[in-house]
Nanobody, 124 residues
């Protein structure tokens, strides 16, 4: 069992930056690939970014490529999502997730553990 807790969300103006954190506890964090997903009101949950268990492989949705950076610190059992050049369409609840495999995936059905989410609101 892995428990995930997100933090770092908030209100920011367009063009600004936020850094989300995902603190993991329970099992050995370094054994799990991690992903970030987001869900806007009335929309389906969508993939944002993923990182392999080792941190060597990453993947991004086209909508955030070049603006967001996913990373992890396996010593601190924490994952991160650095979000730059934020746009109003990035407004959503952001969730981190972990899967009991080392490789990355972009489908939410392939993740086993989820955090409660943190709200990100970007004003225009």
């Amino acid at each position: 069992q892995v428990q995930l807790v997100e933090s770092g969300g908030g209100l920011v103006q367009a063009g600004g930056s936020l850094r989300l954190s995902c603190a993991a506890s329970g099992r050995t964090f370094s054994n799990y690939a991690m992903g970030w997903f987001r869900q806007a009101p009335g929309e389906e949950r969508e993939f944002v970014a993923a990182i392999s268990a080792s941190g060597r492989m990453t993947s991004y949705a086209d909508s955030v490529k070049g603006r967001f950076t996913i990373s992890r610190d396996n010593v601190k059992n924490t994952g991160y999502l650095q979000m730059n050049s934020l746009k109003p369409e990035d407004t959503a609840v952001y969730h981190c997730a972990a899967r009991t495999m080392v490789t990355i995936r972009s489908r939410d059905s392939e993740y086993d553990y989820w955090g409660q989410g943190t709200q990100v609101t970007v004003s225009s």
